[in-house]
């Protein structure tokens, strides 16, 4: 949507700090270098709606097809949560939905980690270190200041007979949050039966 604002006079070009500058006092190589990031730009917002469309008509074939074998046959396709997947007669192209649910840690949390504070501060020196190492990896937000949620369901693995430790696992039970559930589209193919799967790259990372 462009406003008022956003309008600029003809033969001028608004600089970053929104200031209206001639396009003669404009240096060329800027003038290309602004050309081409906004061509790089609509041909990405282009791209962005068709693969959002494609994405929308997957599921809706996906969906139509369960709906119409349940009411043919009476035979109600996919797994647990939604998850589906469906190959060609030949074995050799494969559509998966997906749904994923995205895990978050309720205040709980930090008492798992107040508990288990006290448990390496109990234990005598040295004894566990590999352990405590695990668990402070666990628990470590890095950069992104976000908690790595694999590492820390991942203690809740470990077999540690200490009451104290089972119950910081409990406490990291009783904080998981389901904070959203998102579907994905995936598609699969290889070149026989007998060979793995390879993902058709949709991520322009991985194309």
């Given at each position: 949507?462009?406003?008022?604002?956003?309008?600029?006079?003809?033969?001028?070009?608004k600089?970053?700090k929104?200031?209206?500058?001639?396009?003669?006092?404009?240096?060329?190589?800027?003038?290309?270098?602004?050309?081409?990031?906004?061509?790089?730009?609509?041909?990405?917002?282009?791209?962005?709606?068709?693969?959002?469309?494609?994405?929308?008509?997957?599921?809706?074939?996906?969906?139509?097809?369960?709906?119409?074998?349940?009411?043919?046959?009476?035979?109600?396709?996919?797994?647990?949560?939604?998850?589906?997947?469906?190959?060609?007669?030949?074995?050799?192209?494969r559509v998966?939905?997906?749904?994923?649910e995205?895990?978050?840690?309720?205040?709980?949390?930090?008492?798992?980690?107040?508990?288990?504070?006290?448990?390496?501060?109990?234990?005598?020196e040295?004894?566990?270190a590999?352990?405590?190492?695990?668990?402070?990896?666990?628990?470590?937000?890095?950069?992104?200041?976000?908690?790595?949620?694999?590492?820390?369901?991942?203690?809740?693995?470990?077999?540690?007979?200490?009451?104290?430790?089972?119950?910081?696992?409990?406490?990291?039970?009783?904080?998981?949050?389901s904070?959203?559930?998102?579907t994905?589209?995936?598609?699969?193919?290889?070149?026989?039966p007998?060979?793995?799967?390879?993902?058709?790259?949709?991520?322009?990372?991985?194309?």
């Open positions: 949507m462009t406003t008022a604002s956003d309008t600029v006079p003809e033969g001028y070009m600089d970053a929104g200031r209206l500058v001639p396009l003669k006092a404009v240096k060329p190589e800027h003038l290309l270098e602004d050309e081409l990031v906004r061509r790089v730009h609509e041909a990405a917002a282009q791209l962005a709606e068709r693969l959002a469309a494609f994405k929308r008509a997957g599921f809706a074939d996906v969906a139509a097809l369960q709906s119409l074998l349940h009411e043919k046959y009476g035979v109600r396709m996919g797994g647990q949560k939604g998850n589906i997947s469906l190959s060609t007669y030949d074995g050799r192209l998966t939905v997906a749904m994923g995205s895990i978050t840690f309720g205040p709980e949390i930090h008492v798992a980690k107040t508990l288990l504070d006290q448990l390496f501060e109990r234990w005598t040295g004894a566990n590999s352990l405590r190492v695990v668990v402070m990896d666990a628990f470590d937000v890095g950069k992104e200041g976000k908690m790595q949620t694999s590492k820390i369901l991942g203690l809740r693995r470990l077999d540690v007979p200490d009451p104290e430790w089972k119950e910081a696992m409990e406490a990291i039970a009783n904080s998981i949050r904070d959203c559930t998102k994905y589209l995936r598609l699969h193919t290889r070149e026989t007998d060979q793995a799967w390879n993902m058709v790259p949709l991520d322009l990372a991985k194309a």
